[in-house]
């Protein structure tokens, strides 16, 4: 506790001896003036110590704000901007909540929540097992388990994992995994080794691994420390494949591929702010290679691509691949009543482009009238596509026999995504909600997603599937939402606001 006391304290009271409030600027450096700075934590600090220092700190703004509460004149939010900070509170909190940070004035520090990018640490005897020190195809093959083991892990993946993300065909990856062994002789260095499909390779046992129920890492041998050390370093093989491929200028969908199906594992892994840049580039790759083109029925990977980075909207403010028009989405009338590993990502295509459609409409509005317009909407069409659109499978109706093991882990992740998605197309409105009574019903929208995501979260537990990074990312967000039920949580907006500055 002393030590996670003396960072909170600012560089200038522990010179000059005095106390410090331990507000972010505190009161002694506003008085005078001074730059208030904390010393920069040493990257082998205890994460418990960081998770105290956090607290204490976050309980010294509440405590500030409650202070001068009183002294906060009325608003009624009529003349309110909700692209302002504090119509951007509850993203604000989400960033906070993984350990992010979204602020300019936090870029040459790394965001506490993110995995570091030097994983290639000393292994006791002074000698380094990063590719610094040994050829990338050395390290590679170190990091392969036997045969056996992989064959193992690539299958959990096809048959309890792709069906969410479908970035890869099942069938011909497993040839091409038999051909690895059967010519390269499962050697990385092998001349018929592609790079690039090797980091589609990472990426498949990556997200196995990160994705396993404990009891399941457990029946293939890896103990928990391993199961999450031996994740993040697949994570990162990922990255190394793609670099000595040269991978940006000599472009293949493997890589694509590899990206698209590293979103399963990087958010449980810590490497949230590593997969936004590498979707970027894969992104960049695919519209070289005319992917783009393919509006009515996109690849698989492109397809997840598309999704991630439109559902990312409310964190970056934009979007990197240029979304549909409404006329290729509405022509489209196939809908995959048939459970295949293609239908759920094909239909939450559609739903993310909901999302982009949303932020265009309010990029083109002039008044908070309008604007809330398209938030009703955007809404309207959200709850039309999920309930006329919605394909057979993922219905409330009974479970066929014939149907896949991983149909009732879909119906969940859909009830848990779609409420998640109702929240997005408020969450600008969300602080106005308490002032202007004109936007009450984005309040009570809000808390009953929340409600819902966290009902289904609790029953997830229990159905033996996959472990999927949106059962604890939405969980956060419906925490989040959960105590705005009356207007008193005004003073949470606040709370939030002030930390952002």
């Avoid at 106390?19 to 001074?34: A, E, F, L, S």
């Avoid at 695919?286 to 690849?299: A, D, I, M, N, S």
């Avoid at 492109?302 to 439109?310: A, E, G, H, N, V």
């Avoid at 066929?400 to 009830?415: E, G, H, S, T």
Wanted: aromatic letters at 10%; proline letters at 5%.
């Amino acid at each position: 506790m002393s030590a996670a006391r003396k960072r909170l304290a600012c560089v200038e009271c522990t010179r000059r001896k005095i106390r410090c409030d331990k507000v972010v600027p505190c009161r002694n450096c506003t008085r005078r003036g001074t730059n208030c700075t904390r010393v920069k934590e040493n990257k082998h600090d205890s994460l418990v110590e960081r998770l105290q220092a956090r607290v204490q700190q976050l309980e010294a703004t509440v405590q500030d704000l409650s202070e001068r509460r009183l002294s906060v004149p009325p608003d009624d939010g009529i003349d309110a901007d909700p692209d302002s900070e504090m119509g951007d509170a509850a993203t604000i909190l989400e960033f906070l909540a993984w350990g992010r940070r979204k602020h300019p004035d936090y870029c040459d520090d790394l965001s506490p929540g993110d995995v570091t990018a030097d994983l290639e640490q000393d292994n006791g005897r002074g000698q380094l097992l990063g590719p610094d020190r040994a050829s990338a195809e050395a390290y590679l093959r170190l990091l392969l388990p036997r045969r056996l083991l992989l064959e193992r892990l690539v299958s959990f993946h096809c048959e309890r994992v792709l069906w969410y993300h479908n970035s890869f065909e099942s069938d011909c990856f497993q040839d091409e995994v038999d051909t690895f062994y059967r010519v390269a002789q499962g050697q990385p260095g092998h001349s018929s080794a592609d790079f690039q499909w090797l980091a589609l390779l990472f990426a498949v046992l990556c997200g196995a691994l990160a994705c396993a129920p404990r009891h399941q890492a457990q029946t293939w041998g890896f103990p928990a420390w391993e199961q999450t050390s031996l994740a993040q370093r697949w994570f990162k093989a990922v990255s190394t494949c793609l670099h000595h491929a040269d991978y940006t200028a000599a472009h293949s969908p493997y890589a694509i591929q590899a990206v698209a199906t590293l979103t399963m594992s990087a958010h449980l892994l810590g490497f949230s702010n590593s997969l936004s840049v590498l979707i970027a580039s894969a992104a960049r790759i695919g519209q070289c290679l005319g992917l783009q083109q393919r509006t009515r029925f996109p690849t698989g990977a492109w397809r997840q691509l598309c999704i991630q980075d439109w559902f990312s909207i409310p964190f970056f403010e934009s979007y990197i691949i240029s979304r549909p028009i409404r006329a290729d989405i509405d022509a489209d009338e196939t809908r995959n009543d048939t459970p295949t590993r293609s239908a759920y990502s094909h239909f939450f295509y559609k739903v993310a482009a909901v999302m982009s459609s949303l932020h265009d409409a309010m990029k083109s509005t002039h008044t908070l009238y309008t604007r809330y317009e398209q938030v009703l909407e955007h809404d309207r069409r959200l709850r039309m596509l999920a309930t006329q659109g919605l394909p057979r499978f993922l219905q409330n109706e009974p479970l066929q026999p014939d149907w896949p093991c991983y149909v009732p882990w879909a119906r969940r992740c859909l009830a848990i995504s779609l409420s998640h998605k109702v929240i997005m197309i408020h969450r600008k409105f969300l602080a106005l909600s308490f002032t202007n009574p004109v936007f009450v019903r984005t309040r009570r929208t809000c808390v009953a997603a929340a409600r819902t995501i966290i009902k289904e979260q609790k029953e997830a537990r229990q159905d033996g599937g996959p472990v999927l990074w949106i059962q604890q990312a939405f969980g956060v967000t419906a925490s989040v939402f959960l105590p705005f039920r009356s207007s008193n949580s005004l003073l949470a907006c606040r709370f939030c606001t002030k930390i952002y500055d």
